[in-house]
């Protein structure tokens, strides 16, 4: 082995990790899609880093393939305009920190909508239909009820939640 330089050998550990992330990532659209198969192990592996688990976000939270709910920073959702049904990756750090990733985004769309503010939170109505927004976001746009605004949603608009991506 002595032979194998260490880029090298760096190179297949990254591979390695890429195709393990993409066969998680695989599995879990699987899932979604079929629902779940006792043949479909849970995706979750200690590595040098933390524990890694692969998982859908939901609009708020991750839903890891443990089954477990996992809370996604709103800031880093806003910002990444995360949209319900999104693959990520969390790592949890030996020290407790959460480490997200988006691996695999869902087809979305852009959409234009009026916010409003019900029982406390906020929804973007779109042709008759609410989409929840994250408060983050919100005010991250500085909108108000009655603005106009766009969003991404998923192509298929089966979501609850919208992704803000601009007050107009």
């Known amino acids: 082995?002595?032979?194998?330089?260490?880029?090298?050998?760096?190179?297949?550990?990254?591979?390695?990790?890429?195709?393990?992330?993409?066969?998680?990532?695989?599995?879990?659209?699987?899932?979604?899609?079929?629902?779940?198969?006792?043949?479909?192990?849970?995706?979750?592996?200690?590595e040098t880093l933390g524990k890694v688990i692969e998982g859908v976000f939901d609009g708020q939270n991750m839903v890891g393939s443990d089954s477990k709910t996992y809370p996604v920073p709103a800031n880093y959702a806003s910002k990444s305009k995360l949209v319900q049904g999104d693959i990520l990756k969390l790592t949890i750090?030996?020290?407790?920190?959460?480490?997200?990733?988006?691996?695999?985004?869902?087809?979305?769309?852009?959409?234009?909508?009026?916010?409003?503010?019900?029982?406390?939170h906020y929804f973007i109505n779109v042709n008759g239909k609410n989409y929840r927004v994250l408060l983050a976001s919100v005010t991250y746009f500085k909108a108000k009820p009655g603005d106009q605004v766009s969003a991404n949603i998923p192509e298929d608009e089966s979501a609850e939640w919208a992704a803000l991506e601009a007050a107009l």
Do not use: C, H, W
Request: zero cysteines; glycine letters at 6%; a negative charge.
């Open 1 to 46: 082995m002595a032979d194998v330089p260490d880029k090298q050998i760096k190179r297949l550990r990254s591979l390695i990790r890429e195709a393990e992330t993409n066969l998680a990532a695989a599995s879990e659209l699987l899932i979604s899609l079929v629902g779940d198969d006792e043949k479909i192990a849970p995706i979750v592996r200690d």
């Open 93 to 120: 750090a030996e020290d407790g920190a959460f480490l997200y990733k988006q691996i695999g985004p869902v087809p979305r769309k852009q959409v234009v909508g009026t916010l409003s503010l019900e029982n406390g």
